[in-house]
């Protein structure tokens, strides 16, 4: 178990609906990353929050939006879902206690959205 | 553009049998390079960092910064090492880990 902690496991919705994924980091660690995993593209970087602000910017489409609050949870908001946007969305967390040196990443378990 | 490649989507090797999984980089800076795998019904983890210089599980990668690779290798594969493997690269500062696309090792007994 690494710590994080995704919710839901598992999403079902239609196109043209909106849907939040949320994600809890490890106790301790103030950064918040989400990843979209698909078979075509592989894990591709969405967003970073850090400490509630948002530090880095990945291939995030418009229709998604990201928040850390300030208990350091992270919600994922998916809106006018489209039938591509069916992946699986990984959060991760790390504590960025090893600035410099690279970062090791904390994975939860993912929550696996279908958009029928 | 910083870029990851692993060039094979699917490797299958039989039990015993040595195991290379390619991964190839594209950064002009000085690159920490990562190994990730995700086993079946588990998270994606940590395999291990070439800072560290570890054997984990009996894989090895080595940095090679004139061939721009980082690839990872066991002389014998095992069938419980049959998984998701991710190649990925830490620019310098603050920013978030670059992922190849991944490479779907099956071991076969």
């Known amino acids: 178990d690494s710590g994080v902690t995704q919710t839901p496991k598992h999403l079902i919705t239609a196109t043209g609906q909106r849907v939040t994924l949320r994600c809890s980091p490890r106790s301790g660690d103030l950064s918040v990353y989400w990843y979209q995993q698909s078979l075509d593209q592989g894990l591709q970087f969405l967003i970073q929050?850090?400490?509630?602000?948002?530090?880095a910017k990945g291939n995030i489409l418009e229709r998604f939006s990201a928040q850390q609050f300030p208990d350091l949870h992270s919600e994922l908001n998916l809106s006018s879902l489209e039938l591509g946007d069916s992946a699986l969305y990984f959060c991760a967390s790390s504590d960025n206690g090893d600035r410099g040196r690279g970062e090791k990443l904390f994975f939860g378990s993912g929550t696996q959205l279908s958009v029928l | 553009a910083q870029r990851v490649t692993q060039p094979e989507k699917l490797l299958s090797v039989f039990k015993g049998a040595p195991v290379e999984l390619k991964c190839n980089y594209s950064?002009?800076?000085?690159?920490?390079l990562f190994w990730y795998v995700q086993y079946s019904r588990q998270r994606l983890q940590l395999l291990l960092r070439h800072i560290s210089r570890e054997s984990i599980k009996g894989f090895t990668a080595d940095l090679n910064k004139g061939e721009t690779s980082f690839h990872l290798k066991k002389p014998f594969a095992q069938e419980e090492d049959s998984a998701m493997y991710y190649c990925a690269l830490y620019r310098s500062g603050n920013t978030p880990l670059v992922f190849g696309k991944g490479t779907r090792l099956s071991v076969i007994a």
């Open positions: 950064y002009s800076g000085s690159p920490e």
């Open positions: 929050y850090y400490n509630g602000e948002e530090r």
